[in-house]
Structures are given as C-alpha cells and as structure tokens.
C-alpha cells in the first residue's frame, strides 16, 4: 500500500476519526559535496520522489501519540517527558520514536508552540540506505507541529531546527544538507547550497539527463559512530592547521595548496580525511561551473573521482558500492556514478543520458545481482518539491 493510503487508514483505525491533515516531507539523493556540509562547503543534493507521509490532528490531551505505520509501533510522550528522553510513562524512548521527539524538543528550545498531536507516519525511503530517511521524517513532523501551531517558518528555518534535532537530540552530528534539501527541494532541480553563508540557488536538470538511484540492499550499520569520528577527524585537522593558518575556522579556509604545504604536520589517518573534504570542495566549486555550461561529461567525471575519494581517503564505501559504481560506469550511458550519502551501505547516485537510463537501469540491475548475489532496487528518479502538506 502506499504510504499516503497507508497513514490514514491506520489513522482512522487507531483514533476513530478522520486525520486533519496530510503531509509529505521528501528524501534527498546527493549528486557532489559528500562530507563537506559539516565543513562549510557546497553541496548539490536534490529531493527526490521518496518521503515520509503523516496524517495528523491536534490531540485531546496533552500527550502526543505517534505511531510508526512501517512497523506498526507506537508512543506516547509529552514535551515534559521528551526532555528527560522518556515516554509519557517515564520508559526510555525507543530508537526510532527519537527522531520526532528531537523535533518536539528543538521547537520548545526555539520557543515555538508545541501542540500535542495524534499522529501517524509512513515513509517510501529505505533506511539506512543513504537517502536521509531521517531528515524527511523531521521535516515532516515539524510541518506538523507548524499546521498545528499556528506559527510559520522560513523552509531553512525549519531545517535548522531538523538539524539541531539529529546532532543534538538523537547524537548524530551530521550538517545541513539533508534537512535542507527535504525543506527546500524545488520539482526537476537541482539545489546548490553553501553551507556556510546558507545562500543556495536552483539549476533546472536538462530534459535529456536521469539521475538513477541504485540501492546495494545493503543496510549501513554503526554509521553515527563511524560519522561522528570523521566529523571529529575534521575539527582535529582545522586545530592543528590552524598553527599555521590562524583565522581559519573550517577546512572549507585551506586551499589545496596551502593543505599540501603543510598536510605532513597531520596525524596520517586525519590528513586523509581532511584531503578527502579539501580535495572534494574544490571538485565542487568545478562542479557548479560545469552545469552552468551544460559540460554534464565532466561534471560525471568529478563524480567518478569523488567515488575512489569517499573510498580511498574517506573510507565509507563498502565492496558492494565499489561494484555498483564499478559496472555503471562501465555501461553506456553513463556520465559518472558514486555511491551518495554518508556512505558505510545503502545507495549510488548515476548521472545518465535520458534515452540509455531504461537500458541502464536494466543492465545494472541484471549485472549487480550475477556478481553479488544480492537484489538492488534500481529507479530513476525525479526532483520534488520540499516538504509540505498535501
Ligand atoms: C549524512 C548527513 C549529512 C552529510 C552526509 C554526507 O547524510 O546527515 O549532513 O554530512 O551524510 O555528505
């Protein structure tokens, strides 16, 4: 069923009413700036036609209940309670309840009404799979709490507040992007963000280009702690450069070249991730130039590269990411391919000509499972609009 169909009829069937209202909050698929949002780089990520839906309605009491239609759980909490991490009956709060009780918990911080609400949520977004399964399902519950709270924030506003949640609520502490592309997501374009000023524009993707999807169905694990290291790896290396480099505040202040004058005074395992993110902000700065002049050859290219980047430097892919990327690249077609997201499992991202993307598709998926005996979900994808209620 789904998951629009899906969120009402369990809405219905648990609260016996009719849901007030409908939302949808979409996933993200990155095509350049992998690791750097949290290094104050650019990133071009755009949402995609995967997302979580919610059917909610204000509550009769002060409790929230939320149920989780994907795997039929639920919870009760109250804005009291969210702030101990427990439920409404003092138990700690399961994995999956912290996402939305992040938010419930950042809005408060922000001073904004809360509402408590009957809810129901239900996404098409794999987890763990590279896509930002959480962000929509943040961004979709803060839709929420605005209908019902009668206060309106700007799209990036909301995404902060989505970010605050993830890093400083559930403790994975990721940057801006994803929350970001789920908010502001605009149908058949591309978003270019810097993450550091939060200027972003748009890039309407040309008619005769697909942006595939390719899921390994390989599911990430202990990815927070394998994330959460990186990010520290990257503060490290702003400290100790930043002897010789006073000022800088990010690894987004050190050009290449000032990196490669002074790289040998790192740790050597810091100085591979810090030239995985130094290296990649400057293949997106090309990036960008690229599709201004419709160059999309070149741009897949840089793709490729930041592939064995993420998997030389970075170490996040895994040997099932390899070789999807391995054979896309080999198909005709195919201007570049990489796995997309934080890595450790999950999804490529695949730059293709419109008319090969069916083939493409096809060929991909036959070829992945004879080498690996594993079945991925391969799609084409179309750019959303951010999140909203429908
Ligand atoms: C995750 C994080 C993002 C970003 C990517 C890697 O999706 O949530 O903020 O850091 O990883 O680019």
Redesign the pocket.
Known sequence: MHPKDLVVQTFRQRFNREPEHLALAPARV?LLG?????NDGLVLPAAIDRATYIAFSQANSDHSTLIAGDFAKEVSFTLKSVSAKSNAGGAPLPDWALYPAGVAWALNEAELEVSALDAVYSSNVPRGAGL?SS?SVEMAFVIAWQTLGGWTLPPMQRALLGQKAESKYVG?D?????QFASACGVADHLLVLDCRSLEWQTFPIPRNIAIVIADTSVRRKLTSSG?NERHRSCEEAVKILAENLPGITALRDVSVDDFNRLSDQLPVMVERRARHVIEEMERTRQSVRLLDLGRFREFGKIMNECHVSLRDLYEVSIPELDKMVEIAQSLPGCFGARLT??GFGGCTVNLVEKNSAKNFAEELTARYQRATNLKPEIYICRASEGARII
């Open positions: 990155n992998e690791h750097v949002d949290y930002s962000a994975v990721c940057g801006i992007m994803d994330y997201g934080a």
